[in-house]
């Protein structure tokens, strides 16, 4: 359970951490089966299934036991739109994310949901995304559950959806370019850990259901992932003056999206005990991580096919309450150069 939280989005985080830490310190080896369990795992470890249904449903599988009145989010595993806000939404409810064809829905899925036996399911995106056909699969692989799907007309709408739906009363809010991914897939567990939505917005402007949707809220901390370049100045003002105190209103950016990550990672994982590393290269891994690495109080760093950064890799071995590196996915996405040799 997390602690009060207070009004910056880094001491919302921190206290998530400390919260979640100091509940499972003494389940590392002996996790305790509900919803919410963290990796059972120390040193450095991978997650990773044939394909990125098979990674989805073992990242589950290593963080969530079945638990009643439980819910697990599932949502396009071929585009990463949905899965961007989805993520927060899910670590809300203390839920897995896990992945589905537009028309097919994969076996790992299935058995994964028949194992979790939700009481809900969410699947976030429109049909285009996840079919009727896969949605009355979903019902039957998890029997017994309500299927609800929540969707609006472009990413955007759905994104808000999501947060009226999951976040009625933010206290803050995680802002990230909606256009690409890797920016939220570190601000995504961000806004996992402290409680927050990510909500996205295009680079130069904020489009109209978002605009709508933060002139209905004022928040008490907020904070941009990503270079002026992915979310320019104009937008980062005017989620500024959303937030209720212009110095709790930050950017958090780096070079790159692997030195963005570890930026995010030192900002507001300064403690962590838990890291989650994915490739910044595709997306499936890290969205379905999103909520995993909240249950872990985790940070989620991206690396690149050859080497760790050295932003990355200063984050690590800086930190010396690491005790777990969980990697999603199998060698061909996270390279074991990438996690031995330094760029």
């Not at 996840?130 to 692989?141: D, K, M, Q, W």
């Not at 489009?207 to 990503?226: C, E, I, L, N, R």
Request: contains cysteine; charged residues 15%.
């Amino acid at each position: 359970m997390r602690l009060a939280r207070r009004s910056t989005l880094s001491a919302l985080a921190a206290t998530a951490l400390l919260s979640t830490v100091c509940a499972g310190a003494a389940q590392a080896s002996t996790p305790v089966p509900k919803v919410g369990t963290p990796f059972p795992y120390v040193g450095l470890v991978r997650a990773a299934g044939v394909d990125r249904y098979e990674t989805a449903a073992v990242i589950s599988q290593g963080s969530f036991q079945p638990s009643s009145g439980s819910a697990v989010f599932i949502t396009s595993g071929e585009a990463p739109a949905d899965a961007l806000t989805a993520g927060p939404a899910a670590a809300s409810l203390d839920a897995p994310l896990l992945l589905t064809r537009a028309d097919d829905l994969p076996a790992a899925t299935a058995t994964e949901l028949a194992r979790l036996k939700p009481s809900t399911v969410y699947v976030i995106g429109g049909t285009d995304r996840v079919s009727e056909a896969v949605l009355s699969r979903i019902g039957t692989a998890a029997a017994g559950s309500t299927v609800t799907r929540i969707a609006g007309a472009t990413r955007y709408e759905t994104a808000v959806d999501v947060a009226e739906e999951f976040f009625p009363n933010p206290e803050g809010v995680v802002v990230t370019r909606g256009d690409t991914f890797p920016d939220a897939l570190s601000g995504g567990a961000a806004a996992a850990s402290a409680g927050v939505p990510v909500m996205i917005t295009e680079p130069t402007s904020i489009p109209a259901p978002v605009a709508q949707w933060m002139a209905q809220h004022t928040f008490a901390a907020s904070v941009v992932v990503g270079s002026s370049a992915s979310v320019s100045d104009q937008v980062a003002a005017t989620v500024a003056s959303r937030t209720s105190s212009a110095a709790e209103a930050t950017r958090i950016a780096g070079a790159d999206r692997y030195d963005t990550s570890a930026a995010v990672a030192a900002e507001l994982f300064p403690q962590a005990s838990t890291v989650v590393i994915a490739t910044g290269d595709d997306f499936p891994d890290a969205l379905a991580g999103v909520p995993a690495a909240a249950v872990n109080a985790a940070p989620v760093l991206l690396l690149p096919q050859a080497c760790t950064p050295a932003s990355l890799a200063a984050y690590v071995q800086g930190n010396t309450g690491i005790t777990a590196e969980i990697v999603l996915g199998g060698p061909t996405s996270v390279t074991p150069e990438a996690l031995t040799t330094n760029c």
